[in-house]
Nanobody
Framework: QVQLVESGGGLVQAGGSLRLSCASS????????MGWYRQAPGKQRELVAT???????NYADSVKGRFTISRDNAKNTVYLQMNSLKPEDTAVYYC????????????WGQGTQVTVSS
């Protein structure tokens, strides 16, 4: 079982920055993919960014050039640096971990609220 704990959300003005953290209860060397998703009110959950165990990254088009996902293997933590925030980035942000063995298992954090005021 993997537990993920997010932190770093909050209220920020448009153009500002926030850094989200996701701490894993297990070594992230064991995790094939870690990522951030978000869900705005009345909308479906959408992918924001992912990072593989090898360090390859992938971003949604809406955040490319503004957000950066990174990992600190020693701390078992994944980060999402969010710059040039826009009101449309307002959502609950969820950390996700995917472990692929015989079966694929998905784990989710509890979410952290990010609110960007105009």
């Amino acid at each position: 079982q993997v537990q993920l704990v997010e932190s770093g959300g909050g209220l920020v003005q448009a153009g500002g920055s926030l850094r989200l953290s996701c701490a894993s209860s297990v070594s992230i060397f064991r995790v094939n993919f870690m990522g951030w998703y978000r869900q705005a009110p009345g909308k479906q959950r959408e992918l924001v960014a992912t990072i593989t165990s090898g360090g390859s990254t992938n971003y949604a088009d809406s955040v490319k050039g503004r957000f950066t996902i990174s990992r600190d293997n020693a701390k078992n933590t994944v980060y999402l640096q969010m710059n040039s925030l826009k009101p449309e980035d307002t959502a609950v942000y969820y950390c996700n971990a995917v472990i692929i063995l015989v079966v694929t298992r998905n784990y989710w954090g509890q979410g952290t609220q990010v609110t960007v005021s105009s």
